[in-house]
């Protein structure tokens, strides 16, 4: 069959460990027998961010910018262990975190549902989406210890030298201190591509945070969000048939547990941090949860939201045989190739990320899945695949569907 065209490139950002083994596989497997694929390359491994002092990492984000579309492989953020491992010269930020702040997006996280794979909460039966403001608090704060009595004061001094305090604590004795801070412009994006993203889904959208005891930082959040709404999206909404509420973080969790799912829960950073790993666990495996950053500007970037699964490299590089579960990959391919065929105006892109989607999901429907799947599967009859053997089988299913 004649290959499946494309007229601007995909970003492509490799990654490392057992998800760049997998990146390899579905591409020769999945992509290229089909689709006269189009991509700009950025290795973003560790090796070759160390090699370039993390520029590939930049260069990758600005190419995002000027095409618009990419999509990502797990990629290692190192800590001490990694540092002799990979002979690094320094101990390198986090990709995520460096792309996120250039492309000024919000992280979508939601889960693959499939048969056979019940959530543990058994009232879900839609997926719950996630979206996780990508700036600031804990990820940007500055810590202290305190090491005996003495006072501690927040200091802002503006830009004509006058100071503004704010007591923190008076100490006694030893403790610890944090300050965090936020930029209306980044919560203004967050509120915006949240909305853009309901209404692109047709979902309906809850906003929490602790604002009763946040009465200014976790407050201005809250503001943000009502003042654009009702300025920029009230009657959108309306007309869509959806709904945007904001609750307590405690009540959200309550309601959360108590719902069927089918919207789209937004959160602050740290708590959708927390949050999405606790609903892709619930909902079966984190291996079928996936992620994708939207900016407000028109960018968007689509990846797995898992790691890059070492346990099982570790395993590969010794030559025994793996079992890691490529469907959030899978999907972050087909996504992006989604999107890009939205914004290039080319249906037969779009139908192809539909149906190898499909593939997927019928392969794991059918009984063939990988062994996180397999533990959990209530399908009677199930067959446990090697990582290859999974990918050769969604090949098969696929073909049958082209």
């Known amino acids: 069959m004649e290959k499946i065209k494309m007229t601007t490139p995909l970003v492509e950002m490799d990654g490392d460990e057992m998800t760049r083994i997998l990146w390899k596989l579905i591409k020769e497997e999945l992509l290229l027998p089909f689709v006269d694929l189009k991509t700009e390359y950025y290795d973003l491994g560790l090796n070759y961010r160390n090699e370039t002092n993390d520029q590939v990492t930049f260069d990758s984000a600005e190419a995002t910018k000027k095409y618009g579309v990419a999509v990502k492989c797990a990629t290692i953020t190192p800590n001490a262990a990694r540092m002799p491992e990979y002979n690094l010269k320094e101990m390198w930020k986090s990709p995520n975190g ?106 309906d959208l809850w906003f929490a945070t602790k604002d009763t005891i946040s009465k200014k930082y976790d407050h201005t959040f809250k503001d943000i969000f009502a003042d654009i709404y009702e300025a920029e999206y009230k009657e959108k909404f309306e007309m869509a048939g959806i709904e945007y509420f904001y609750t307590l973080i405690d009540d ?116 063939e899945m990988t062994g996180d799947l397999y533990l959990i599967s209530t399908l009677e009859n199930k067959k446990k695949l090697n990582t290859e053997e999974f990918i050769l089988a969604i090949r098969k299913t696929l073909e049958g569907l082209l």
Request: proline share 4%.
């Open 98 to 203: 460096t792309i996120r702040a250039i492309l000024d997006g919000t992280v979508f996280r939601a889960p693959i549902i499939v048969k056979g794979i019940e959530p543990y909460v058994k009232n879900w039966t839609k997926p719950i989406t996630i979206a996780r403001h990508a700036y600031g608090d804990v990820y940007k704060g500055t810590e202290m210890k305190i090491p005996a009595a003495g006072k501690a004061e927040l200091v802002y001094t503006d830009t004509n030298g006058t100071e503004t305090r704010e007591m923190i604590h008076e100490f006694d004795g030893p403790g610890i201190i944090q300050g965090m801070h936020n930029l209306n412009n980044s919560i203004e994006s967050f509120a915006r591509s949240c909305f853009n993203f309901a209404l692109d889904t047709k979902q």
């Open 252 to 367: 959200a969790v309550a309601r959360v547990m108590r719902s069927e799912g089918g919207y789209i829960w937004a959160c602050k950073n740290y708590d959708g941090d927390v949050m999405s790993d606790m609903v892709a666990t619930a909902f079966g495996s984190l291996s079928m949860m996936t992620s994708l950053l939207a900016s407000p500007k028109g960018y968007y970037e689509y990846e797995a939201a898992h790691g890059t699964v070492q346990r099982h490299y570790y395993k590969y590089l010794k030559g025994e045989e793996t079992s890691t579960n490529p469907i959030a990959t899978i999907f972050a391919w087909t996504g992006a190739l989604r999107k890009r065929g939205e914004l290039d105006n080319l249906p037969d892109l779009m139908t192809f990320a539909d149906k190898l989607e499909k593939a997927c999901i019928d392969t794991i429907e059918n009984g």
